[in-house]
């Protein structure tokens, strides 16, 4: 019994003492990460790919900048007709940290989106240009402190102006889910 008194408290503060050293995954002011964007998951084939490639700049130890040169490329027959499609666009945005864990860092932000896409199917062609402001919530988990891979929903409002051949021309205006998104993050 005596060993358990003595041994129980030593064991206590060998735990507590592994407890405080964890240094957390989680970036802090002046991390830099290299970013992988896979977006568009719910449209995912062998055929199309939409993401990007961009970076992140942590201004403080919860509040990052990011900013993403995204593309995307669909190519599909269907019933005969052949749709060729190509984006290209720019995106910008801030992200608030709310780290939980030495692994685990929720977050919401703001974006801004610019995008421009060219769609060639059989018999037309459309051109289209959108620019779009979006609200972000998602979790970002670090495997160590130099990899990490968030998902994250987009709900934002978007302005787009289509034009097909041979000179119809489309205004719309989008609000709500925009998309979901996987990003790698490769700290620096």
Do not use: C, W
């Amino acid at each position: 019994m005596q060993r358990l008194i003595i041994l129980l408290p030593v064991l206590i503060l060998l735990t507590f003492s592994n407890v405080q050293s964890q240094t957390t995954d989680a970036p802090s002011n002046g991390s830099k990460a290299l970013l992988f964007d896979f977006a568009g998951l719910s449209n995912l084939g062998a055929n199309a790919y939409n993401g990007g490639i961009g970076g992140k700049y942590f201004l403080s130890d919860q509040t990052a900048l990011r900013a993403m040169l995204l593309f995307g490329l669909d190519n599909r027959s269907l019933a005969g007709a052949k749709n060729d499609d190509v984006q290209f666009g720019l995106s910008a945005g801030l992200e608030y940290h709310l780290p939980i864990s030495t692994h685990v860092s929720p977050y919401v932000g703001g974006l801004l989106i610019a995008k421009t896409e060219d769609t060639k199917m059989t018999g037309a062609t459309s051109t289209s240009t959108s620019a779009g402001v979006a609200g972000i919530a998602g979790v970002e988990y670090f495997f160590n402190k130099n990899i990490s891979l968030a998902a994250e929903y987009q709900f934002g409002l978007t302005a787009t102006n289509t034009t097909q051949s041979p000179g119809d021309t489309q205004q719309e205006l989008q609000i709500g889910f925009q998309t979901a998104n996987l990003t790698l993050g490769v700290y620096f």
